[in-house]
Structures are given as C-alpha cells and as structure tokens.
C-alpha cells in the first residue's frame, strides 16, 4: 500500500520527472566517461607496457626519481650517471625462477647526441640483448633490415625516428657524449627499422641499441660474474700444478728461440670469450612480464618484500613509474578531468536536493492533512523514502541504458585524433569507450547515494510540518 501511494504521487507530479531525468543525465555522464578513460587507459597501459616499460620494472633504489629513461627529478629532468642494480646475478636467477614472472629482459639506460650524414638530435639509448628483447616488447615490429645478433653492433630506429633523420638500414650512425674538451663518439651500423603497433610521441625518443654501446659511450664498468666464467678441466690443472711466483726466477737472456706446444683452447671458449657480454652484470634495469597482468600490483608488492628480507637495493615498480614524466603527466590530467566531472555531478546533486526540497514545500498541506487524520512521523518518513528512492532507482536504470548506448555511439563514430598530445592522453589516434559491469555498477551506486543522500533534508521538513498550519497553508 506505502509503495502504491508513494509511486502514484510520483506519476501525479511533473517535478517528479524532472528529478529522474537530472539524475539519468548524471548517471550517463559517470558511464559514459569511465567507458571513456577505462578504454583509454588500459590503451595507454598497453601500448607501454609492450612497447617498453613491460608489466614490472625493476631498479636500483636511488636518492630520486628513477624511470627507464633516467633521472626524472623536475629539477633537473635529465639523465644522469644511473646506478647499477646490484646484486644483479642473484636478482635474475630469483624472477627467473619466480613462476609468476612469464619473460624478462636486462636493460642499460643512456642519453647522448644521435648523428647521422643530415642530421643531430638527441636520443635516449636503450642497450639491450636484441632477440630477446623483441620477444618481450610484441608491439616492435621490424619492417626493414633485421635485429643485430649477441655479440654484434647495431642500431634500431622507429620509422618516424629514420625518417626524421633521413637514414637508411645499412647507414653508419655516431652516438657522441662531450665532457668538457673531449668527447666521446662510437660508430654503429643501423641494422633495422621498426613501427610501434600503436603511435605514441614518447615512443619516438627511444633509440635501441646493443649494450656494450651504451656501455661504452657511458663510461660503464663492465663487470662479470665470476661464477659464469668457465674454462677447461685441463687449464685448472694446469694453473693449479704450477708457482707462477717462481715460472721466472731462473729465466735468462737467450737470443735462441723456444718452441713451446701448442695451445689449444675449445670452441666453447672460444664462443665464450666472444659471447662475454652475455655474462655482464652491468645492467640498470631488469624489465619484466608476468602470466596474469591483473596479479601485477600483487606481484609488486611480493617482490618488495622479498628483496628487503634479502637485503638487496632494488625495487620493483610498476609501468607507470618506470614509463617517465610523460606518463605522470598524462595521469595528472586524467585526474583532473576526473575532477571537473565529480564537480559537474556534485553541481547535479545540489540541483536534485533542491528539487526535491520544493517537492516536500510543495506538499505542505498534503503531508498536514495526512498527519491531521492519523498519519504518523514514521509513516510520512518512509513514504518520503519510498518515493525517493523510486525515482532514484528508475533514474539510476535509466542513465545505466542512456550511458551504454552513448558510448556505443562513441565507439560507432570512430572519432580519431590527428593532435600529438590527445593520442598520448586517449591512448591512440581513435577514441574508444570500453563499458564494463563494474562501471555500471558503480554509476547505479551513485544514484541510490543521491537518493539517499537528497532524501535527508526533505525529510526534515516533512516531518517539522504542523498539521494545523499546513491545512491552513501556512509554510
């Protein structure tokens, strides 16, 4: 009977619609935007994370901001002497082993001067092994030449990047560092040319190269492991029978020559002392992917632990902190469109509270005439609810309808971007939307909170009226 009242005086008022229609029209606008920046952001996450960052970073702890392309303080901006990460050898073996991690990729970070017959411009080097590091990033796609093979020189060059600088596959380019009146240039070949499955201005810094390169032109100590140097049982013999304090005590001068037998070292050592680069520990950065990327935040947080229980200097974080500037940016924006639209619903809210307060003041003589012939407090406050949250929950349904099919819309118009900073902020050069169950339940969420929330005050007027002075209008 309470329920039949309560939507019968909803249909008999014409407020009644204005108030669902305000609420619908808030409740579209939360899908319609979350569909919107869900779409975008897991756009940007993707392109970032297989294109670079990976699911997981890892890095040496340091005094400031540290992301693949170095030092990222605001003061500075630029990159410095980076870190080792350390102790490196025992930091692989444990992710490698870790069954949560799919893949991982060792990295060296470096800036210098690129240069080319045309052309200078500044790069960030990325020294990496290159086979394995194009099956960790599946958005590099080679288009011409191919990946330098491990012991080898080469360059990598976006398309945009080659095209900029007017170089070919097979070109000789200069990476050059200047400290003070001297300088440092290595020559090294470009031996393929890459595009990014999606386009993103960042990306477009990014110059790969073969790590003992960067190595080099950094000025890095290139240290191994001792437990990865190996030679024969037949040269540990060797080395442990004889003094090499006393090899030449008695040694004379003689003009004779001496004929020694011949040395033999294997082709495993061979391939070892020119594969040695493989065994380097000189590395900043260990790039990661995992099987469930949904398990990534988990996973940070494990692995935090486990390098403080066993003392290391590191930390892993996620692709976010390890993309740079341009990815705090991005996000410093989306919050703060994010801002104006809970600013736009908090302007919806107060509109809806203040209609439903006319409503109540509007029905002064009604709710009087009520409580003259026996209705209580109680009963006046749970029509008042009742009503209330009829019109929220109609509202809440309907701007869940409006808000999905707008953003089918959106989807359906393929509205795209030709603006540099608008493809980095939506993740791509065409807009998506992205509607997921969750978002709708929290937009449906939202409108029982209006409900609630504009139900308070109405109330309290509802139940300060005098019946007396209500059936003589007074207000």
Same mark, same amino acid.
């Given at each position: 009977?309470?329920?039949?009242?309560?939507?019968?005086?909803?249909?008999?008022?014409?407020?009644?619609?204005? #108030? #669902?229609?305000?609420?619908?029209?808030?409740?579209?606008?939360?899908?319609?935007?979350?569909?919107?920046?869900?779409?975008?952001?897991?756009?940007?996450?993707?392109?970032?994370?297989?294109?670079?960052?990976?699911?997981?970073?890892?890095?040496?702890?340091?005094?400031?901001?540290?992301?693949?392309?170095?030092?990222?303080?605001?003061?500075?901006?630029?990159?410095?002497?980076?870190?080792?990460?350390?102790?490196?050898?025992?930091?692989?073996?444990?992710?490698?082993?870790?069954?949560?991690?799919?893949?991982?990729?060792?990295?060296?970070?470096?800036?210098?001067?690129?240069?080319?017959?045309?052309?200078?411009? @500044?790069?960030?080097?990325?020294?990496?092994?290159?086979?394995?590091?194009?099956?960790?990033?599946?958005?590099?796609?080679?288009?011409?030449?191919?990946?330098?093979?491990?012991?080898?020189?080469?360059?990598?060059?976006?398309?945009?990047?080659?095209?900029?600088?007017?170089?070919?596959?097979?070109?000789?380019?200069?990476?050059?560092?200047?400290?003070?009146?001297?300088?440092?240039?290595?020559?090294?070949?470009?031996?393929?040319?890459?595009?990014?499955?999606?386009?993103?201005?960042?990306?477009? @810094?990014?110059?790969?190269?073969?790590?003992?390169?960067?190595?080099?032109?950094?000025?890095?100590?290139?240290?191994?492991?001792?437990? @990865?140097?190996?030679?024969?049982?037949?040269?540990?013999?060797?080395?442990?029978?004889?003094?090499?304090?006393?090899?030449?005590?008695?040694?004379?001068?003689?003009?004779?020559?001496?004929?020694?037998?011949?040395?033999?070292?294997?082709?495993?050592?061979?391939?070892?002392?020119?594969?040695?680069?493989?065994?380097?520990?000189?590395?900043?950065?260990?790039?990661?992917?995992?099987?469930?990327?949904?398990?990534?935040?988990?996973?940070?947080?494990?692995?935090?632990?486990?390098?403080?229980?066993?003392?290391?200097?590191?930390?892993?974080?996620?692709?976010?902190?390890?993309?740079?500037?341009?990815?705090?940016?991005?996000?410093?924006?989306?919050?703060?469109?994010?801002?104006?639209?809970?600013?736009?619903?908090?302007?919806?809210?107060?509109?809806?509270?203040?209609?439903?307060? #006319?409503?109540?003041?509007?029905?002064?003589?009604?709710?009087?005439?009520?409580?003259?012939?026996?209705?209580?407090?109680?009963?006046?406050?749970?029509?008042?609810?009742?009503?209330?949250?009829?019109?929220?929950?109609?509202?809440?349904?309907?701007?869940c309808i409006l808000g999905s099919f707008a953003s089918m819309v959106v989807s359906a118009s393929h509205l795209t971007f030709s603006n540099t900073f608008l493809i980095q902020l939506f993740g791509g050069s065409v807009l998506h939307t992205s509607v997921r169950l969750s978002n709708l339940c929290s937009a449906f969420g939202l409108s029982i909170f209006i409900g609630l929330i504009a139900w308070i005050y109405p109330?309290?007027?509802?139940?300060?009226?005098?019946?007396?002075?209500?059936?003589?209008?007074?207000?």
């Open positions: 009977m309470l329920l039949y009242l309560a939507f019968k005086n909803i249909i008999s008022k014409k407020s009644s619609f204005v #108030i #669902i229609l305000f609420i619908a029209f808030a409740v579209m606008m939360l899908v319609v935007t979350n569909a919107v920046f869900d779409s975008t952001e897991q756009g940007v996450q993707e392109t970032f994370v297989s294109s670079f960052t990976g699911d997981i970073v890892i890095r040496p702890q340091y005094k400031s901001p540290l992301s693949l392309f170095g030092d990222e303080t605001p003061v500075t901006g630029t990159l410095t002497e980076l870190p080792n990460l350390i102790p490196y050898n025992e930091i692989h073996d444990y992710l490698a082993s870790n069954p949560l991690i799919s893949d991982l990729v060792p990295q060296v970070s470096g800036i210098s001067q690129l240069s080319s017959d045309s052309e200078d411009t @500044k790069c960030y080097m990325f020294g990496v092994p290159a086979e394995k590091y194009l099956q960790v990033m599946k958005s590099v796609n080679i288009i011409e030449g191919k990946a330098w093979s491990d012991g080898e020189k080469g360059i990598m060059l976006s398309s945009k990047y080659a095209q900029n600088m007017n170089v070919r596959v097979g070109d000789t380019l200069q990476f050059a560092i200047s400290e003070g009146f001297s300088s440092r240039i290595r020559a090294v070949p470009l031996t393929a040319i890459y595009d990014y499955s999606v386009e993103n201005s960042i990306l477009d @810094k990014i110059v790969l190269t073969n790590p003992e390169t960067v190595r080099s032109i950094m000025d890095m100590s290139d240290l191994s492991a001792a437990d @990865k140097i190996e030679i024969s049982d037949s040269a540990e013999d060797m080395l442990a029978d004889s003094d090499l304090d006393d090899l030449f005590s008695d040694a004379e001068d003689k003009s004779e020559v001496v004929h020694t037998d011949e040395i033999k070292i294997s082709q495993e050592e061979i391939d070892a002392l020119e594969n040695s680069y493989t065994n380097s520990s000189s590395w900043n950065f260990l790039i990661c992917r995992v099987h469930d990327p949904k398990k990534t935040n988990k996973i940070i947080k494990a692995l935090n632990k486990t390098f403080k229980e066993k003392d290391w200097p590191c930390e892993a974080v996620n692709w976010r902190s390890s993309a740079g500037s341009t990815a705090f940016y991005l996000f410093i924006l989306r919050l703060i469109l994010n801002i104006g639209i809970i600013i736009i619903l908090g302007a919806g809210f107060i509109v809806v509270n203040n209609t439903l307060v #006319i409503n109540v003041l509007d029905r002064i003589r009604e709710i009087g005439t009520m409580r003259a012939i026996g209705a209580n407090k109680r009963y006046i406050t749970k029509e008042c609810a009742a009503e209330t949250m009829i019109m929220a929950f109609v509202a809440g349904i309907l701007g109330l309290i007027n509802a139940i300060r009226v005098n019946p007396v002075e209500a059936m003589q209008g007074v207000k």
